[in-house]
């Protein structure tokens, strides 16, 4: 069975950073592109970031462009964001989803999310 | 960038009723398009890739259809557990973009 287990949410300062996680398992980690993606309170979805099966491809949306930067770990089936100048509009559930590869790169499945507060 | 629009942002369906929710792009995304399910307090679940296949255990009820820039999901008969929030979006090209949501409400 396919399981993302997100980590590292928390209640943060403007300004300061974190660094969220996420634990994949039951299944071959390095075929596949994954992605951190987010919903504020009562929003929608809003994708944030992405990387390819080997970080040759990386994307971002603009409204974290600059500030954060994904990476993962082959070796540890891992993937991460590292989240700096956090601002109160970053306050949201950060999901990490299991993406494809090229033009099959749909998000499936949904880890069940960390919460990442903003406030002073 | 790719913009998804999605309509309307609300829709009151009977239970039994066939239910259509749209989905634009700004350009096209030829089929790169997937819709998913979010009900409360639960996170999304894929339903529909590729514009028009069912994902792993999606009932027959749901259907995707369209290419280009203009795709449509087809409740055709609205189940209980159907009622919840709808989102398509596009993997064409980076950055990725989700539509704003269709919410599918007990009418």
């Known amino acids: 069975e396919v399981q993302l287990v997100e980590s590292g949410g928390g209640l943060v300062q403007p300004g300061r950073s974190l660094r969220l996680s996420c634990a994949a398992s039951?299944?071959?980690?390095?075929?596949?592109?994954m992605h951190w993606v987010r919903q504020a309170p009562g929003k929608g979805l809003e994708w944030v970031s992405g990387?390819?099966?080997?970080?040759?491809?990386?994307g971002y949306a603009d409204s974290v462009k600059g500030r954060f930067t994904i990476s993962r770990d082959n070796a540890k089936n891992s993937l991460y964001l590292q989240m700096n100048s956090l601002r109160a509009e970053d306050t949201a559930l950060y999901y990490c989803?299991?993406?494809?590869?090229?033009?099959?790169?749909?998000?499936?499945?949904w880890g069940q999310g960390t919460l990442v507060t903003v406030s002073s | 960038e790719i913009v998804m629009t999605q309509s309307p942002a609300t829709l009151s369906v009977s239970p039994g009723e066939r239910a259509t929710l749209s989905c634009r792009a700004s350009?096209?995304?030829?089929?790169?398009l997937a819709w998913y399910q979010q009900k409360p307090g639960q996170a999304p679940s894929l339903l529909i890739y590729?514009?028009?296949t069912r994902a792993t255990g999606i009932p027959a009820r749901f259907s995707g259809s369209g290419s280009g820039t203009e795709f449509t999901l087809t409740i055709s008969s609205l189940q209980s557990e159907d009622f919840a929030v709808y989102y398509c979006?596009?993997?064409?090209?980076?950055?990725?973009?989700f539509g704003q949501g269709t919410k599918v409400e007990i009418k």
């Open positions: 989803a299991k993406g494809g590869y090229d033009s099959s790169d749909w998000f499936d499945p």
């Open positions: 039951g299944f071959t980690f390095d075929d596949y592109a």
């Open positions: 990387i390819s099966w080997n970080s040759g491809s990386i």
């Open positions: 350009q096209s995304i030829s089929s790169s």
């Open positions: 590729g514009a028009s």
């Open positions: 979006q596009q993997y064409n090209d980076w950055p990725r973009a």
